[in-house]
């Protein structure tokens, strides 16, 4: 990374039910990578929760955001936040509150 990279930071994040699929985690990554990339942000990480976490990622993800290190979030789906569709709604207003846009790959 470079500290003249003067392009919006965005993290990523997905919820994962089967951490042990590589080739399916590794498929979802590239695609927000690719998504943030061809957008003009950097995506600085992507953080993934998984059944089996002490921590949950998106506590984590809230953290950093509130911290203001992203104004850009990208996931595959909406669904990665939850399938309900109202508490999608919830979760975005959320971030929004913190002054982060969430795009979604599947947009």
Known sequence: MNDLDTRPVAFGYMRVP??????????????????????????ARVLVDTPLAQRSAFVRLVELLQGGEATELVVPTLEHFTKFTSLQVG?????HDLGVTVWEVGD
């Open 18 to 43: 089967d951490p042990t699929d590589h080739a399916h985690l590794a498929q979802l990554h590239r695609q927000v990578e690719t998504y943030a990339r061809e957008r003009g942000y950097r995506l």
């Open 91 to 95: 979760v975005i207003d959320q971030l």
